[in-house]
């Protein structure tokens, strides 16, 4: 079976402080990655994809980045945080891309101060 | 763009008794999305309840339905008879031509009471 593993389960923050947040997935290859967004109160955004190692596109600009260093591990990062990053943050993946099902990780949530 | 408009919530129903939560999208970049209903029980990662592929099809789990409806272009999320279990947040949400983005709402709470 699948398994996805989003770390850490939530963060406290400061403003200016740098940020990783993690995901892997287990029991599922060369799967599509994605990494989506919520703000307390907005809707879910969707922020980067990734299809393969190495390769992710930016779907959302919001002063973070993302990488995919290996097949089963996919990363979202800034050097500098901002308060309109706080929010809940959600990796999910798919076998396929187009409208396949995603399937989601636990979430993590950030509270930048 | 591609958008999805849902029941504001918060949603307070009792045990027993019947729910929809409507949902109606825009989908700009595609003819037929695939629609999906999601969930998030409290403490728990976001899940899939139920996706339906052709217009005019109904999908179905857990005891809730809903069905694709592309001349009013809606996908309203029903049970007849709710359980105190069933509170949580339900997202209606699209798939676009764009790799694998979903386009959500804005997530409706529900609160079943005993």
């Known amino acids: 079976a699948q398994t996805i593993h989003q770390w850490p389960v939530a963060e406290i923050k400061a403003v200016g402080s740098p940020l990783s947040l993690g995901c892997t997935i287990k029991?599922?290859?060369?799967?599509?990655l994605y990494w989506y967004w919520q703000a307390t109160g907005g809707t879910l955004q969707q922020l980067f994809y990734s299809i393969t190692v190495g390769q992710v596109e930016s779907v959302v600009q919001l002063n973070l980045s993302a990488s995919r260093p290996k097949d089963d591990q996919f990363i979202l990062s800034t050097e500098k945080l901002l308060l309109s990053h706080s929010g809940f943050y959600l990796c999910a993946w798919s076998l396929m891309g187009g409208q396949d099902t995603q399937y989601f990780g636990p979430g993590t949530r950030l509270l930048v101060l | 763009g591609d958008s999805v408009t849902q029941t504001e919530g918060p949603v307070t129903v009792s045990e027993s008794e019947s729910l929809i939560i409507n949902c109606t999208y825009s989908?700009?970049?595609?003819?037929?999305?695939?629609l999906f209903w999601y969930v998030r029980y409290p403490g728990e990662g976001l899940q899939l309840l139920l996706k339906?592929?052709?217009?005019?099809q109904k999908g179905s789990s857990r005891g809730f339905e809903a069905t694709y409806n592309k001349e009013t272009t809606s996908f309203h999320l029903q049970k007849a008879s709710v359980q105190e279990s069933d509170s949580a947040v339900y997202y209606c949400?699209?798939?676009?031509?764009?790799?694998?983005?979903?386009?959500f709402g804005r997530g409706t709470r529900l609160q079943v009471y005993a």
């Open positions: 949400a699209l798939g676009t031509q764009v790799v694998g983005q979903l386009t």
């Open positions: 029991g599922k290859s060369s799967p599509n």
């Open positions: 989908a700009t970049s595609i003819a037929y999305p695939n």
């Open positions: 339906v592929i052709t217009a005019g």
